[in-house]
């Protein structure tokens, strides 16, 4: 059984930083691609940053210069690394994964087959 679980989440002021971890397990489960959207109330989820199996990335405008996404083929984990945090990245934060056999990198949310439970960032002003 797949299982994608998030960590790292948590209160932070503007301008501060936060690490989210997300380990993925199951047999024989490696995702070429992964990724991190987030939902905040009353919004759809959208894309933050995704990654491929040899470390290519895409980013929302929005984040860029800000954010790192990042994995540990090793670990099967991915990681976002998250700066000059703003009141507007407040939100539940998901990791995703496509099915395997799948390499290309999309930013689309129906696009992604497993999901995390979510964790939540809330940046205070």
């Known amino acids: 059984q797949v299982q994608l679980v998030e960590s790292g989440g948590g209160l932070v002021q503007a301008g501060g930083s936060l690490r989210l971890s997300c380990a993925a397990s199951?047999?024989?489960?490696?995702?070429?691609?992964m990724a991190w959207f987030r939902q905040a109330p009353g919004n759809e989820r959208e894309f933050v940053a995704a990654i491929t199996w040899n470390s290519i990335t895409n980013y929302r405008d929005s984040v860029k210069g800000r954010f790192t996404i990042s994995r540990d083929n090793t670990k099967n984990t991915v990681y976002l690394q998250m700066n000059s945090l703003k009141p507007e990245d407040t939100a539940v934060y998901y990791c995703?994964?496509?099915?395997?056999?799948?390499?290309?990198?999309?930013?689309?949310?129906?696009?992604?087959?497993?999901w995390g439970q979510g964790t939540q960032v809330t940046v205070s002003s």
């Open positions: 995703a994964a496509r099915n395997p056999v799948l390499t290309a990198l999309t930013t689309t949310s129906r696009s992604y087959d497993y």
């Open positions: 199951g047999r024989a489960f490696s995702p070429n691609i």
